[in-house]
């Protein structure tokens, strides 16, 4: 018997019904992610107004985007809002929107990162905040009459940080220093992988692996029996195709992961055929078989089986990436509804 929880993830779009549908559901928890669409924040702030039970987290808010003061005020104001609901995911994003959002160097990312989270910490145990190290530095100019501190009445306790993690590197550094791992584009396989990593940063932490949530980030689309599964995948697609499509190729995050599970040239024709304007043409070259791989396709039995997977493979929460899917909004109620089904039927 494997326990493994529900998540969804939401972009903006009907955020405040697909909460409370995923609430009545019995959904552990929703996610809205930050990127190219929304801020994390204003959705779960809508969220939080909304819902009553269900557990909110950003995933991710990306840590060039704000000093680490503006984050521990914003998580602190979320988990007041919300009486103490709120789970900080945080990560670094990626070289093109670090530079090229917010004009921050993508460069030694772990220490950032490390330096980062160790000052949200402190300032959410709700002492004043006094930090020098190599990234960040407070007060930074010698003002010591007034550090930071935060004065939030918070519901109390400890507020959870999830990191988004991809190599190696960073993922020993989520299981050192974080209470939980968020991940897009994976498989069965990756996950086992990734806990090899985070173990052993929990035990350079001294920490036991049981309590670390990993929560990997799936695209479901709904299928009947004996469909085609390119035809269900197609309503994925387009979430694939603009994230595989972002900045360079080389430095893409998912264009790399997609390599090394085999599909380097199918990748390739896909950035081909973007570049030359063929959008069509590049939406197309992406593999079905790899959608497949880091989806759940297909009719209930089929998406419970894979939950299992992933159950037996060590994920605590899996986390439906309803904000994914090239649908309305009954559409992405009707995949919360299937995979709740299916999580039923797979008795996780």
Request: aromatic share 8%; with cysteine; charged share 20%.
């Amino acid at each position: 018997m494997f326990v493994m929880r529900l998540a969804a993830n939401l972009v903006y779009h009907s955020a405040g019904p697909l909460a409370r549908e995923a609430e009545s559901l019995g959904y552990d928890l929703v996610l809205a992610p930050e990127g190219y669409r929304n801020d994390a924040a204003t959705v779960l702030g809508l969220v939080a107004g909304q819902t009553t039970r269900i557990g909110l987290a950003s995933g991710v808010m990306q840590i060039p985007a704000r000093p680490p003061g503006a984050t521990a005020l914003t998580a602190a104001t979320l988990d007041a809002l919300s009486n103490g609901r709120f789970r900080l995911g945080l990560g670094v994003s990626n070289p093109h929107v670090s530079d090229g959002w917010y004009g921050v160097r993508f460069d030694k990312p772990l220490s950032r990162t490390r330096e980062y989270v160790e000052v949200v910490r402190a300032a959410l145990s709700g002492g004043p905040v006094r930090y020098q190290g190599a990234h960040v530095s407070l007060p930074a100019w010698g003002n010591d009459d007034a550090p930071l501190q935060l004065f939030t009445e918070r519901p109390g306790g400890d507020l959870p940080i999830y990191l988004g993690a991809v190599g190696p590197g960073s993922l020993r550094l989520a299981g050192e220093i974080a209470d939980g791992w968020v991940s897009g584009f994976t498989t069965v396989e990756a996950v086992g992988d990734a806990l090899t990593e985070i173990q052993a940063g929990r035990e350079r932490a001294g920490k036991p692996l049981a309590g670390f949530e990993v929560i990997p980030f799936v695209g479901v689309a709904v299928g009947e029996p004996g469909q085609d599964l390119a035809e269900v995948a197609d309503e994925l697609r387009a979430h694939y195709a603009f994230l595989l499509g972002i900045g360079a190729a080389e430095d893409n995050f998912y264009c790399r992961f997609a390599a090394r599970l085999g599909y380097a040239e199918q990748i390739a024709t896909f950035r081909e055929r973007l570049a030359a304007g063929d959008r069509r043409g590049a939406v197309a070259a992406i593999p079905t078989e790899f959608i497949d791989r880091t989806a759940l396709l297909g009719p209930v039995e089929r998406v419970a089986e894979g939950m299992t997977a992933f159950a037996k493979a060590g994920v605590t929460t899996l986390s439906v990436l309803v904000s994914a899917n090239d649908t309305s909004l009954e559409g992405r109620v009707r995949v919360l509804r299937h995979a709740a089904r299916a999580a039923e039927l797979a008795g996780i």
